[in-house]
DNA sequence: CATCGATTCAATCGATTGATTCAAACAGAT
DNA sequence: ATCTGTTTGAATCAATCGATTGAATCGATG
């Protein structure tokens, strides 16, 4: 303590003390900073601010500040801001896309179950990602936040970037919806499609669905046999919706006498 | 065209030109300036770039560029950008929460509908909002839009405005759904009702999902009847995803079956 | 220990942000 | 036409934005 007093001391031998004292603190049992390099925390305090804030409500110094890092680290290791976000946009969708097509092949070589077909598609969407939010090393349930704030941010950067990158993925799953489902018109699935994945999105974004699921208790989902029960939760919800029959007369006649 | 050169002119001359010009325009046949107050310019500017960029992502000056005003009118009519905003949101949102809530008291003093009450209370819902998009006088086509921002965007001021200005009628409207779907328990009405309507809010925000919309005919609607016809193709979708039976134990061993 | 590339640091750049100023110009009442 | 309160305009404020600089310091190598 009093070797760190404000008199005047030699400047090499002030550095050389703080070095060893860091080195000997990361020896000791206590291990009071955690080995994290300057670049990992500042995709990890990027991503927790991205989720809280958005795009344009996230400043470098916000993110320099949580990371306790200095401001010209982002610069130095990422280039620019774009390219930052574009990083910790990239290393958690990329992932959970890569298993999507994984398992949407997989379960294209062996053919779609007649019966139950669209819920295998259904599950192929969300097992993943439903995974992923159970690995702590993918960023766990702040994963399924960067989804659906990513899928709801507003700058023109960001909405330019996931229309980008995963447009053949979307078009794979689209195809697939469209043979499992062949009465329903294109324009219809594509509706009802991205009425679906925008909706999760939105909905995982949102604190108190959040809140909600873990009041279920199906946020404590500690392996596949739980996510596969969550599913069950969710996968009647979204097929009968996306089997639901379009604009019968019948049903026109019956909202009219009924919304007077 | 001579007269407005750069060489040294006495300012009230000059000024006095300006004036007789516009005013000469405003009695034209032509009327090039349509008589738009400047409050109500700023407004429909703010709108504009709400729904494009969001709240972070507008800045004032865009704003009064855009509207062809002076800088200092935005805090002369409306004191602050945030109460600017809130005006912008509230002037839609306020006029769709009124009607929903005048359509939910007629239908509960009526009384719901033992086989389609759910369905009723789906209309009541959507309706208004159906016909405030066909409004010109409430934002047209861009009422849909400026919902499904405003419900996406990251902004701590918009998030707040919603969640109090709004939370006694989502309180209305969930006590409506819980007594149409006395199977289904609370929290399950909670998420799915939430899911619903962020899922509607983020889909019409998604300008490729309106262009849908327009592809189907069903976004030239010019009445009440058609209004109808497009809540029979929407109502099915939602009220089938509401009635859906949840964690049923045999879906989970066929899901189990499916997912491998 | 000396050297060198990699990294961090404080300081600062020009641009943009929301907000404010005060004089000029305005419309309506008398 | 004159007066009076309201509205507009150009200029500018301090604060913050993303980005950059060059020196200081780091760890690894010879």
Redesign the pocket.
Known sequence: MSIMSSQPVF??D???L??AK??ASAASASDQRPKV???DRILNATEALFIARGF?G???????TDA?????????????????FSLVLTRRIDVLNAERLRRLDALETVGLDGVHGLEQIIATLFLPALALARDTAQGGEDFLRLLGRAYADPAPFVRSLLAERYASTNARFKAAFARALPDLANEDLSMRLHFILDSVAASLAADDVRRQLKGLKINARANDEDDLQFLAYLAPFLAAALRAAVRQPKQIAALKALAA
Chains 1, 2 share one sequence.
């Open positions: 400047a090499l002030l550095q050389s703080i070095r860091s080195v390099s300057t670049k344009d996230t400043s470098l110094r916000a993110i320099t306790a890092v200095n401001l010209a680290a982002v610069n130095y290791h990422f280039g620019s801001k774009e390219e930052l």
